[in-house]
């Protein structure tokens, strides 16, 4: 039978005849092992057809040849019920998800058990996953219908997203509309404010020009022309718009009118005239006034 006398390294080596002889022969390089396919079932009673590729090197040829009878033989039905036993811990649609993660759990479950046979996984890979037919048609409604629901929710995010734009457009208009109602009611208010300050003055200064008139030489004279000249206007003007007219009996007499205009001014004029007799000096009181008929005959003349 012989006994284990030593290992060859590369190179020369030299043996002695009948003596020495070469039992094993191990190959350091990377192995590639293709894993037959296999069934298996899933946690949710799918039952699968699944083969892979599996990587390994001989790390220790003195164990890769007492160790174990068959070391690819014995890597590979290692990682077929390794396959079959990780399989069995997950679901159908966790084994598509994580095959990764499947894979990494199937090199680490093979490298400790082939530690003792001097052989290294270096990676294992899922070739083939076959479904059976039916669950195939299962997957592929699944498939339709998750796509359906999630056309119908993105539609519905485009319709409630549209409406909730429209709805802030309208928002903001009816927010800038109100504004420049608000700014235009400002503007107008302002604008009436503005002319009723300019009127006022103008009036005033009017007023300021028609007293500084008549408090001048022939003052009387001028306001007796302005009361005729408005009341011929205004007789002129009588009975074009309606055709009932109530008049005075002495309508005709315009000397009469003139003087019934100008004693309704002099009355309104009066307590300013007494109130400016009131703020004359003493000084001045010694003066006479003028005489009653010196007033009538100076009146009668304006007359």
């Not at 928002?171 to 300050?197: D, H, T, V």
């Not at 300021?208 to 004279?221: D, S």
């Not at 005709?252 to 309104?268: F, H, K, R």
Request: hydrophobic share 40%; glycine share 4%.
């Amino acid at each position: 039978m012989g006994k284990f006398h030593r290992i060859l390294e590369p190179g020369l080596n030299f043996l002695i005849p009948l003596l020495d002889r070469i039992r094993y022969v191990q190959s350091l390089k990377e192995i590639v092992i293709n894993v037959p396919e296999q069934s298996a079932v899933t946690l949710d009673n799918v039952t699968l057809q699944i083969d892979g590729v599996l990587y390994l090197r001989v790390m220790d040829p003195y164990k890769a040849s007492y160790g174990v009878e068959d070391p690819e033989y014995a890597v590979t039905q290692l990682a077929q019920t390794t396959m079959r036993s990780e399989l069995g811990k997950l679901s159908l649609d966790r084994v598509f998800r994580e095959r990764e993660s499947l894979n990494a759990s199937i090199v680490d479950a093979i490298n400790q058990a082939s530690d003792y046979w001097g052989i290294r996984c270096l990676r294992y890979e899922i070739k083939d996953i076959h479904v059976p037919p039916r669950v195939k048609e299962s997957m592929q409604m699944q498939v339709e219908a998750e796509r359906r629901k999630r056309a119908t929710v993105l539609e519905s995010e485009g319709t409630r997203e549209s409406a909730i734009n429209v709805a802030e457009g309208q928002k903001q208009a009816q927010i800038l509309a109100s504004e420049a109602e608000k700014a235009e009611q400002i503007n107008k208010a302002a604008g009436e404010a503005n002319a009723m300050l300019v009127k006022a003055r103008a009036k005033a200064e009017a007023i300021q020009l028609l007293a500084a008139a008549l408090a001048q030489q022939h003052g009387n004279a001028a306001a007796s022309l302005s009361v005729a000249e408005q009341y011929v206007s205004a007789f002129s003007k009588l009975a074009k718009d309606s055709n009932t007219v109530l008049l005075p009996a002495n309508t005709g007499d315009v000397t009469n009118m003139v003087a019934q205009a100008l004693g309704i001014y002099s009355t309104l004029t009066k307590p300013q005239a007494v109130k400016t007799q009131d703020e004359i000096p003493p000084a001045h009181k010694d003066l006479q006034p003028p005489s009653m008929e010196v007033l009538k005959v100076e009146q009668a003349n304006s007359s």
